[in-house]
Nanobody
């Protein structure tokens, strides 16, 4: 059974940093694209960043590139999202998600195509 368990959300001031973690189990890391979506109430989910497990390539939404970094541990059991220079518009529930690879650019909007989701962790950035 696939399990994705997020942690690390919280309240931070604008300009601050948070690191989200997603504990992974029940699937083969190298066969999937693993990443983060976020959702603001009343709006559609949007892809933020992902990593192609087959080769470690990383991809980012334009508005977070240069501020967020996705990575994994050596055991490929956890994926992280380091978020720096946070802005109030980054406030959202962040979800860990996987989709069978390889990476395609549709990953960033095709949320119905994801294979599994975590329950989410709330990030609130105050101004």
């Amino acid at each position: 059974e696939v399990q994705l368990v997020e942690s690390g959300g919280g309240l931070v001031q604008a300009g601050g940093s948070l690191r989200l973690s997603c504990a992974l189990s029940g699937f083969t890391f190298d066969d999937y694209v693993i990443g983060w979506y976020r959702q603001v109430p009343g709006k559609e989910r949007e892809g933020v960043s992902c990593m192609d497990g087959s080769d470690g390539s990383t991809y980012y939404k334009d508005s977070v590139r240069g501020r967020f970094t996705i990575s994994s541990d050596n055991a490929k059991k956890t994926v992280y999202l380091q978020m720096n220079s946070l802005k109030p518009e980054d406030t959202a529930v962040y979800y860990c998600t996987i989709q069978r690879g390889p990476y395609m650019s549709s990953w960033f909007w095709d949320y119905y195509g994801m294979d599994s989701w975590g329950k989410g962790t709330l990030v609130t950035v105050s101004s």
